[in-house]
């Protein structure tokens, strides 16, 4: 952050404003306290008989790897229309939601990956444009050395748990452990 | 936003970015776009005996309102973490996280709570600076008119049909209705 977005000023300061505990950007013309926040990865695995419905990235960063689809949640989503929208844009696939399955801290990154199972809607679904390609996969045929992320790992690894459980647990994990 | 961040610019826009589909504040003279994105609000209920710890805001919005120890999940946090340094600034009290209970969505001012349900170590608690008082109250006690916020009300009832079942279920809701 270089300048102020309200004022235009460039005495951009990180200091702890009064009443505070930590530090923020704050504007030393207007005063304004410029707060930086976590964001919310909505995701959603869809799973259709005994399978489940993997992309490959098209785009950076990992790109060429397979992820569970999910991306940012925008202003004025719920976390299951953001998760049922990321399934849309990278799979041109319908879902609908059965249950969060996770809840995954990347702290390092500030993101929070919030993930559902849901069912793909008449085992239907295309490409979409952020991906190379999108597949079903039994357990056995999980691409797990070519996993994008350490969320979608996780979050596969805790759906066949839980199916073979007969169980729909949430779970939660980090990267790095907490 | 008035003025760019990055370059100080007032030419900034609301406009599609190439290859994406909803307007976004991108700068007309550096070209960066300005990604806005829903916050998470974070925090527990703490669990005493058949009792719930709840805190007076001290603070607007909602002052004199009763809620459910919560606030914005800080950059470098997990959502666990946030949870209790929230029922430690607002009730000066110490938790033992038990399980996720509550997502809840406000797409309307961008925020999604995330509330767990939590053992208040050893039945002890103050008054945090952002607290005019906090109290335990059993179900019968709790004050339902003046509770701050929908969310409250939300994990509350939902906690309370929880432990009659003897269950540790997530649920899920939103304001307005989705
Ligand atoms: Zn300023
Ligand atoms: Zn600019």
Chains 1, 2 share one sequence.
Request: overall charge negative.
């Amino acid at each position: 952050m270089n300048f102020c977005s309200n004022c235009g000023s460039n005495t951009i300061g990180l200091i702890v404003p009064q009443g505070d505990n930590r530090e923020r950007y704050v504007c030393g013309n207007c005063g304004i306290i410029h707060y930086q926040n976590p964001n919310i990865v909505a995701g959603c695995l869809p799973v259709w008989e005994d399978k489940v419905l993997l992309c490959r990235r098209a785009i950076e960063p990992r790109l060429g790897f397979w992820n569970v689809p999910s991306g940012y949640l925008e202003n004025g989503e719920s976390v299951e229309d953001g998760a049922k929208r990321e399934v849309w844009e990278e799979a041109a696939a319908k879902v609908e939601l059965d249950y969060l399955i996770t809840l995954y801290n990347l702290p390092k990154i500030n993101q929070i990956y919030l993930q559902f199972v849901g069912e793909l809607v008449g085992g239907a679904f295309g490409v979409g444009e952020e991906s190379s390609e999108c597949a079903l996969f039994t357990e056995k045929a999980i691409p797990w050395e070519e996993m994008a992320f350490t969320s979608s790992t996780f979050t596969l690894r805790r759906y066949f748990e839980n199916r073979r459980l007969g169980k729909k647990i949430l779970h939660r994990g980090a990267y790095p452990d907490l």
